[in-house]
């Protein structure tokens, strides 16, 4: 790999995803403070049109979560070595 392609690979992908992974560390901080306020709110529980809609967004959360799981699945076989992505065979006698 030449040097300009080492430097654009860390420009393109490698510099992005840290971003991002900081990104979900705060998301994980912001919803652990979340999940304390339910807690509070499940202790009240007065507020039934308030836990829908919660309902409802952590649906989409869910969602989200799993399509990001799926990317993240993708770029790690993406990047695997091509000899790692093929299907061995065994050999055959013909």
């Known amino acids: 790999m030449t040097e300009i ?17 900081h990104q979900l560390i705060k998301i994980e901080a912001d919803l652990r403070l979340l999940n304390m306020k339910a807690l509070e709110l499940a202790k009240e529980r007065e507020n039934g049109r308030h836990t829908r809609l919660i309902e ?3 649906e989409n959360i869910n969602e989200a979560l799993d399509a990001i799981k799926g990317l993240v699945s993708d770029i790690e076989t993406d990047i695997q070595p091509r000899s790692m992505n093929r299907k061995t065979y065994p050999e055959r006698d013909d």
């Open 5 to 21: 392609s080492a430097t654009n690979l860390e420009m393109a992908i490698v510099l992005p995803l840290g971003v991002v992974a």
């Open 56 to 58: 409802a967004t952590l």
